[in-house]
């Protein structure tokens, strides 16, 4: 079953479409596109991809453009699931207040439950790196915490003589003392991002253990990935587009009822 599915961000709606856990056809939309009504110009964009496509399935965490972006896609007659809290068929939420729960990282829970076991750590590194606790309860909860953008963003915006990095400065950093302001941020940054991660998942690793939890499969998506140091990048599993065949699984767990 061939299903289009669309993941909106809060700068950029990223869609594909899912076949399985194949993902092809994707592309990039901006969110704001949407804000004022909805957007000719995005149905048009995804009009060529629906060929014996069975349905939509979408997550948000823009809420206040979610009515415009299924009155873009309406005009095509196909079904359209929004994946919330209360339509994640198959996933039980161990959560005190579910509705907080961004709906991207159930997404991302449902693909981990369907394709790769309980229990599970997942990191999805964007704009926030979140981290997301998956066990034979369900989903459990997580961790929120800056990503590289929101570090270098603050580093030169809250100093006089700090410049701005961008990602691909971060990329192949060596040594570990700073010769230069840039290479001392770059330092700073990189392998400060990545000892994060370290500690934040060592201490997500102790609990489950503590708890009698097998060890946990630890998977990551997001483009800052590639940012990490290699021998960290080794202890996780990439899938580049985790959410949007979660939104998928979602889509067909509501079909078969």
Same mark, same amino acid.
């Given at each position: 079953m061939k299903i =289009?599915?669309?993941?909106?961000?809060?700068t950029s709606t990223h869609y594909g479409i899912v076949d399985g856990q194949a993902v092809t056809r994707t592309g990039h939309f901006p969110?704001?596109?949407?804000?004022?009504?909805?957007s000719a110009a995005f149905a048009d964009e995804i009009a060529p991809l629906l060929a014996n496509v069975s349905g939509i399935s979408f997550c948000s965490v823009v809420p206040g453009i979610n009515a415009n972006l299924q009155a873009s896609v309406e005009r095509f007659? %196909?079904?359209? =699931?929004? =994946?919330?809290?209360?339509?994640?068929r198959g996933l039980q939420l161990a959560y005190p207040r579910p509705a907080e729960i961004?709906?991207?990282?159930?997404a991302n829970a449902i693909a981990v439950q369907e394709?790769?076991?309980?229990?599970?750590?997942? %990191?999805?590194m964007g704009t926030a790196v979140t981290f997301d606790i998956i066990t034979s309860a369900g989903y459990e909860g997580g961790i929120i915490a800056p990503g590289l953008a929101v570090m270098t963003r603050y580093l030169h915006e809250q100093t006089a003589l700090l410049p701005e990095l961008s990602e691909a400065? %971060? =990329?192949n950093v060596e040594g570990a003392i700073g010769k230069s302001t840039v290479h001392a941020m770059k330092l700073g940054?990189?392998?400060?991002?990545?000892?994060m991660l370290d500690a934040l998942l060592a201490r997500v690793r102790a609990e489950l253990k503590a708890r009698g939890e097998a060890e946990p499969i630890v998977l990551s998506t997001g483009g800052s990935i590639a940012n990490l140091t290699q021998d960290w990048a080794q202890k996780s599993v990439f899938v580049e587009d985790l959410t949007l065949m979660g939104l998928a699984?979602?889509?067909e767990r509501q079909i078969a009822g």
């Open positions: =289009l599915s669309i993941d909106v961000g809060n969110t704001r596109t949407f804000r004022d009504g909805p007659g %196909l079904p359209i =699931l929004h =994946l919330t809290h209360e339509s994640c961004g709906q991207d990282r159930i394709y790769h076991g309980v229990p599970a750590i997942i %990191l999805d400065d %971060l =990329l940054v990189a392998i400060g991002f990545s000892g699984v979602a889509f």
